[in-house]
């Protein structure tokens, strides 16, 4: 079946422009999680849910971040404002209740 | 707090050689532990798991992990790498459900 998809794959934006990233789960999977991953480093959690509801926000950096998944489906993660600190990848996993998490192949993101 | 130690930044071994990645822990529970694998321009795919019962589990593409709770380590290891098993490893910690903690990697480099 379909894996975790995130749109777009690259995204190049002007310093204090505001982006949205997209992350479509697997289909059925009640858990949704984002991390940043910067060059060189491990993915660094930002954010998750249970179906709509917004689990844990203690990753997010600052309040320039947010994300939202409103019908328990896609997500969306919202940086506003963007910084040139803000470039990194940006994951989107999902899992069921087996505690495993699928991975989504990510969004680059370039703040120039 | 949950964090995961990955000693080696970089391994070079020769192909058909047995290939051992180290990982160390630190939580204060019983661990959720997992090896995820990153290949060049991929998402993160999920080699391995450790939840609880036999502390040696086996894994895709020929892998398996020792889970030791008195070293806190759960290596990642492989009798005989393969050219493709060329990428980079990462080891994480989870708590059911939740986030995920993840080391910041290993590149495991291939040589003929």
């Known amino acids: 079946g379909a894996g975790v998809s995130q749109s777009p794959r690259y995204k190049v934006t002007k310093r204090g422009q505001d982006v949205a990233l997209r992350c479509d789960p697997i289909s059925g999977h009640v858990s949704l999680y984002w991390y940043r991953q910067a060059l060189g480093q491990g993915p660094e959690f930002l954010t998750y849910?249970?179906?709509?509801?917004?689990?844990?926000k203690s990753g997010l950096p600052n309040d320039r971040f947010s994300a939202e998944r409103p019908e328990g489906s896609i997500s969306t993660l919202t940086i506003q404002r963007t910084e040139q600190r803000d470039s990194a990848m940006y994951r989107c996993?999902?899992?069921?209740?087996?505690?495993?998490?699928?991975f989504g192949p990510g969004t680059r993101l370039t703040v120039t | 707090a949950q964090s995961v130690t990955q000693p080696d930044i970089h391994i070079t071994v020769s192909e058909g050689a047995s290939l051992e990645l180290r990982c160390n822990y630190s939580?204060?529970?019983?661990?959720?532990l997992f090896w995820y694998v990153q290949s060049p321009g991929q998402g993160l795919q999920l080699l391995l798991k450790y939840f609880s019962g036999d502390t040696l589990v086996q894994g895709i593409k020929g892998f398996e992990a020792e889970f030791k709770r008195s070293q806190s380590s759960f290596n990642l290891r492989k009798p005989s790498v393969h050219w493709s098993d060329a990428a980079e490893y990462f080891c994480?910690?989870?708590?059911?459900?939740?986030?995920?903690?993840f080391g910041t990697g290993t590149r495991l480099t291939i040589i003929p």
């Open positions: 939580y204060g529970a019983t661990p959720y």
């Open positions: 994480a910690v989870g708590e059911g459900n939740e986030k995920l903690t």
């Open positions: 849910f249970n179906y709509e509801a917004q689990q844990d």
């Open positions: 996993a999902s899992s069921s209740n087996s505690y495993e998490q699928y």
